[in-house]
């Protein structure tokens, strides 16, 4: 693979959040659908019937069933 300085920036700043949520799954996730409903006003979305409260739902589902 070409080394890409886009690219290589793009996954510096992955490891960088991910260093920060000490490189858990779980507190990734729930950094991330953070984000998403803080900024979701600017994300592209196809399907209008599904919002980032439905997302966090199934999130603390899954978590439940897992504990």
Do not use: G, W
């Not at 779980?26 to 950094?31: I, Q, S």
């Amino acid at each position: 693979m070409k080394n890409d300085p886009v690219l290589n920036r793009i996954q510096e700043a992955r490891h960088i959040i991910s260093m920060q949520c000490d490189h858990e799954p779980k507190k990734l996730v729930a950094y991330y659908l953070q984000r998403q409903k803080n900024h979701q006003s600017k994300l592209f979305n196809d399907n209008k019937n599904v919002d980032v409260e439905t997302n966090v739902e199934c999130v603390k589902r899954c978590e439940t069933k897992q504990a």
